[in-house]
């Protein structure tokens, strides 16, 4: 075989290698004196023209109607390549370059429709590659099966290529699902994310619950995107320390923690109430069904005194642990097993909140105790509120104690810093539109979290409820409170004749009521 001679023609201007090409090499051939010149390549940005010259083997070998193969120039730099694939297109009308291997010198030139062309130049930009590391394929239907480069990394990428999905390739409905192991993936038509209005609380368990049933708490509904169906979503509490549920005014917070009660009562848990005493109304409708003394939604003392008398459990269920040779509450025989307690806290920035003590007043005043002077003073009691929350979070999970947190903001200016944020896997923001702040707040990983979509969050009566759940067991989703008002959980649970206490408030906040 004859060894391969380049020759480069510059500054050709208005050249159509479609029109051109045949006189260009005629020309060559007649100045070179010999036959077996090919034109190899055009590049329209600079004019330059690429011919080789292989008496033997032509420069493309055909291996059928939709796909060539294009050697390159042996002398092709990686920063000269976009512009020999637009001169290989150039002159294969209708081909575009799908492949190319710089170690072996071999372009891939595809025909591929203009709308295909169009979905892979959409996801090239999405993912900042070249075109032709994308691999597209349209499908009966609608849509494609896609091939992504190894650089695809779903908490950089997912969104930007769902954008590009439903903007540029499709339309609002459409969706994109990518196996990150194989970096396979498909591209369907679908129906525009949606939730109904109102999902209705489910029907009480039926029967007996084993122990990971009981764990399993009602949250609401996932929402229905792509190729996954929406379905209930439960809170798994088998093996936290609790959840921590954020949310603004008006954003389902108290519908989203009356859920979660009235799924605690129902499946045996013991259950306490904190708050702040202008939002005690909130909660009323449970109050009969509590564990006996342990309502302190009146005042901050009194859910102090809850927090405290559910940390005093530890010693007495490490106790039962011991006698028994286990480890933790799970593992307990059922007819040695306590109930599980869920201790709820709302609105927690407002009972962590420090009062200010005013410059003028000395140390000794009975103002300046009544604030920080001693072991009743208010910001005293705020902190030991803090310190017990914090205890109970990380110390009483092995004998079946969880929490339920609940606040408009949990950041550190509010007293929920980032060491009380890890101790909680279980995360939710309520909210359909939430800023960045939050997100970052919320969740332990926000760039990976999803977000509600916008089909959703512009429609008021749909988003009502509405939220993410980064939660053990089912990562991060879009999900829709259960609903039902606080009236309907009352007679719900009268209606089932569960147990009621004589003596909801702590002996602590009765004291200091008289």
Known sequence: ???????????????DPARHARALVARVERDKGERGWRLHSYEPETGRATLVHRPHVDT????????????LDPSTRSSEIPRKAAGFESIYPGYHVTGIDVDTGVATLSRLDETTVRARDALAVALSVRPWDIGICPVDGGGYDIAVPVSYV??????????????????????ISIDSKTNRGRIRPGEIPSFPKVVPYPAPPGRALTVAEQMRLPLGVTLACGPSASRPLSLDLTDSAGVLIQGTAGSGKSVTVNALIVGAIERGWHIGIGDVPHKEVDFTWCKPYVRDGWYGAASKEATLAVAEDVY????ERKRLLERHRVTKWNDLPDQARPAPVLL????????????????????????YDELVGGPTAR??????????VRKIAAELR?????????????????????????LFPNRILLGARTNEAARRHAFSDPKSAVTV???????????????????????????KSYFATPGDYARRLAEQGRPMTSRPEPELAAEAGR
Do not use: C
């Open 344 to 367: 709820v806290i709302d609105e927690l920035q407002g009972l962590y909140l420090l009062e200010p003590v005013p410059k003028k007043i000395p140390e000794g005043h009975p103002d």
């Open 60 to 71: 493309v070998e055909h291996t059928g109607a939709d796909r060539k193969l294009v050697r």
């Open 1 to 15: 075989m004859s060894e391969q001679r380049i020759l480069h023609i510059d500054g050709l201007t208005g050249f």
């Open 398 to 422: 092995f004998v079946g104690v969880r929490l339920l947190l609940a606040t408009q903001q949990a950041q550190g200016n509010t007293g929920i810093d980032q060491s009380v944020r890890m």
């Open 379 to 388: 910001n005293i009691r705020t902190e030991k509120l803090k310190l017990t």
């Open 312 to 315: 005093n459990l530890r010693d």
């Open 453 to 479: 979509p916008e089909s959703v969050a512009s429609d008021s009566s749909m988003a009502k409820g509405v939220g993410v759940a980064e939660v053990e067991g089912e990562g991060s989703t879009v999900f």
């Open 154 to 175: 779903p908490s950089k990428h997912d969104a930007r290529l769902a954008e590009a999905v439903e903007t540029a390739i499709g339309e609002p409905g459409w969706w």
